[in-house]
């Protein structure tokens, strides 16, 4: 029962901070791009990678904050739902130059800020 709380609470916060970026991002943008959620999948991945690659491998949390941060933080921060619906939505009024580039940026940046994740970590931990 324990695990469950933790990770709803990490969830509960992860979502509070992608409601925040996304209306901080759509506040400033007069685009119909959906920055909002490209910049929470970014951060949200690219948290997960240094959680996983860094303090994981050098054993500094806990199973139970691994949990609360990757799990719970880092997957209600992000999220795949709001990237399919905008993407569907996009491609139904025919922004199709749109649709294609918001695939390609979060399918791709996404990854590319996993790895630079881990690179930053590999740096921090010495090899």
């Known amino acids: 029962m324990k695990l469950y709380f933790i990770v709803t609470l990490g969830s509960g916060i992860g979502g509070l901070l992608r409601y925040l970026i996304s209306d901080f991002v759509y506040k400033h943008s007069t685009s119909l791009f959906p920055f909002g ?3 929470v999948n970014i951060i949200g991945s690219f948290l997960l990678g240094l959680i996983l690659f860094y303090l994981d ?3 500094l949390i806990s199973s139970e904050m691994r949990l609360f941060l990757t799990i719970g933080l ?3 921060l992000t999220t795949f739902s709001t990237f399919s619906y905008e993407t569907v939505k996009l491609i139904q ?3 199709y130059l749109i649709a294609g ?3 390609l940026l ?3 940046v996404t990854i590319l800020a996993v790895l630079l994740a ?5 740096l921090l931990i010495g090899g």
């Open 37 to 39: 959620t490209l910049a």
């Open 57 to 59: 491998s050098l054993k």
């Open 74 to 76: 880092c997957g209600g």
């Open 93 to 95: 009024d025919s922004q």
């Open 101 to 103: 580039t918001n695939i």
């Open 106 to 108: 979060n399918v791709f």
């Open 118 to 122: 881990a690179f930053i970590s590999k």
